[in-house]
């Protein structure tokens, strides 16, 4: 295998050190696959990989403390809530957050930005009502696009967004247009999943506090791989997603300022949420318990606290240091291949971990497939982001995504991978 070593070695001084004694704790990462090619996994932008003891928490839990919470008054159900209530807390440090009472745990990100949406449509201090306005962002994954778009249909209120660049930032020059004092709520992602761009949260959120508006982060791509303090970014709600921080699927958070969730009425109604019930009506229980209708996902929630306990050992600085050079390491090697052009920031600083390309003459399937037959596992389609590839004027790309157990290594393998499959389809 080639190497490019020679070519980034001073943006290699960034990774982590003890490499290989980290990849040790994904198992996965010692799988073969088929032709006993070994797994190359750059897909992490996608759901991240296990390490044991995010794995071992979730087995020890069913097999020794497995119960509902809040519910079952016996040694089991004890312990059980002891484990449930244990991960807000962990989850609570990992974000900075003043109270752990302002983590809500949902199934996704997704639910986490549906809950804001939604329950700023009903009557209360947050309504949006007909004549204000949403602001979000052309980069915006899905899940942060349509649940406003809903919002905004329904109540009569008016969808702005921010543009972009040619270079893949965020287009701040009507940022005095659109935040103004007509503006409920600004919606933003802080690490887009396709371009990489890293925003400028805590700028934004100063100018739409000015306004008197609500800041809603989508973090799921940030979590992973930045510090979080939710203080020093004065975001008022942001999500994250389990699977994307080497906790599990089926888990995610959403953080909001404790005055703002005791502003807003429930999303589901059920178990757990209520203060008493009557035939005639109910009153609720107080944050976070009010937007956790039902069981939740515990065994889930166990294994998110392991995972951010993980990253906190190791050092989301130290992660961030890597991610940056792993990525630098790899746009060097795209600028070596002819016909291939990088959607995002080229400065590693700038971005995170995941890195959209296309290769001229060849379909992003095509691409995944050939790199995917030599043991390299990317993504190929519109990643959910397609308004922003629509501003690139591109239907899809390839995305490959690097996280803390990334070598330079894989990197070459992927780059000897889109030579390989330039020939294979005979591009020039």
Known sequence: MSSMSSMSSTALAGLLPGLEIIRKDFPILERRL???????????????????????????HLERHNANVARAMHQLGAESSGAFEDARDKVAAFLNAPSRDEVIFTKNATEALNLVANTMAWAGPLEVKAGDRVVITEMEHHSNIVPWQLLTERKGAELRWFGLTDDGQLDLSDIDELITPRTKVVALTWVSNMLGTINPIAEIARRAHEVGAVVVVDASQAAPQLPIDVQAVDADFLAFTGHKVTGPTGIGVLWGKGELLGQLPPFMGGGEMIETVTMERSTYAGIPHRFEAGTPPIVEAVGLGFAVDYLTEIGLDNIHRHEQAITGYLLDGLATVPGVSVMGPLDPTMRGGAVSFEIAGVHPHDVA????????????????????????????????????YTTPAEIDALIEGINYTKNYFKVV
């Open 369 to 404: 497939q050939t790199l995917d037959a030599r043991g390299i596992a990317v993504r190929a389609g519109h990643h959910c982001a397609k308004p922003a590839h629509k501003r690139f004027g591109v239907q899809s790309s390839t995305r490959a995504s690097s996280y803390l």
């Open 34 to 60: 088929s032709g006993d090619l070994p797994l190359v996994y750059l897909d992490s932008a996608n759901t991240s990989q296990k390490p044991q003891c995010v794995i071992d928490s979730m087995v020890d």
